[in-house]
């Protein structure tokens, strides 16, 4: 595996490639890598004959200062797992490399980055997305892969490719969980070994409101699953929408025939989670 900083060493290199090179896949991360990660690498090795992972740490899709001085850092751990795998580049550039000078771009997606996440986390979809299409200007990927635990993070990923016509395919991984139900996410090796024995509560919170629907109104099944989690004294829920699955609007009514995504953020602790379960 060839490990690169540099934005113009990388690009000389892939450049070389694509000449006997059919398919680049790209997988982009902030590290701390686990299965979920490891799922989406070993997807686009099947898929691609060149496969880069990005490893970069995005200090302007924070809204919160305290959680990205706590995000996990783990380099050195993730390049051995990334060896283990035989993923083909690492791309770990420097805030520096990344962001020479401030950002200055903004973008806005609508409906898609005003709620749930965008409600509560005032300018990150904008920062994403700002990192995300650099990324994709500096690896020209034909194809890239996310994972539906960040739904709506791959939601807006897919309308940035349609807005400034990348020439990419978008690919949209399941979410991977532990034996016990909980979503892998890299945030879980914060929790306390109390708060870990609760965080699966979540899912089954999910799972109880997918049951209650057909036969309740929304409005009730959202009710019920806040009291649930209360009760069960798990994660305290910051927001739980039943939305549509493709543009998020926010359903009055269920129909079985209409995509519907269950969304849910809660905290144990200082710890945020999320999690979401697709329907139809």
Not at 29 to 57: P, R, W
Not at 114 to 128: D, N, P, T
Not at 256 to 279: E, M, Q
């Amino acid at each position: 595996m060839l490990i690169f900083e540099s934005i113009v060493s990388l690009q000389q290199y892939l450049k070389k490639k694509r000449e006997n090179t059919s398919k680049i896949g790209f997988v982009p991360t902030m590290g701390a890598l686990h299965e979920g990660h490891l799922a989406l690498l070993k997807q686009a090795k099947q898929e691609n004959d060149l496969v880069v992972c990005s490893i970069y740490v995005n200090p302007t899709q924070f809204d919160n200062q305290e959680d990205l001085t706590h995000y996990p850092r783990t380099l050195a751990a993730d390049t051995e797992k990334l060896k283990y795998i035989q993923c083909d580049v690492l791309f770990a550039p420097t805030n520096i490399e990344m962001y020479p000078t401030p950002s200055l771009v903004a973008f806005s997606f609508g409906h898609l980055d005003k709620v749930m996440e965008g409600q509560y986390r005032a300018g990150h979809f904008s920062g994403m997305a700002t990192v995300v299409a650099k990324f994709f200007n500096i690896v020209q990927p034909d194809t890239a892969y996310f994972g539906q635990k960040d739904l709506q993070q791959y939601l807006i990923v897919d309308q940035l490719i349609k807005s400034l016509s990348f020439p990419i395919q978008l690919v949209r991984h399941p979410i991977v969980r532990e034996a016990d139900g909980l979503a892998m996410s890299s945030r879980n090796r914060r929790l306390s070994p109390a708060q870990r024995a609760k965080a699966p509560k979540l899912y089954e919170a999910l799972q109880l409101a997918a049951d209650w629907l057909p036969k309740a109104a929304i409005v009730e099944v959202k009710r019920r699953t806040q009291e649930f989690l209360l009760q069960a004294e798990g994660p305290k829920v910051e927001y739980f929408e039943i939305a549509h699955g493709h543009t998020l609007e926010a359903l009055t009514t269920y129909q079985p025939n209409t995509p519907t995504a269950l969304c849910i953020a809660a905290f144990l602790g200082d710890v945020r989670l999320i999690d979401n379960l697709l329907l139809h």
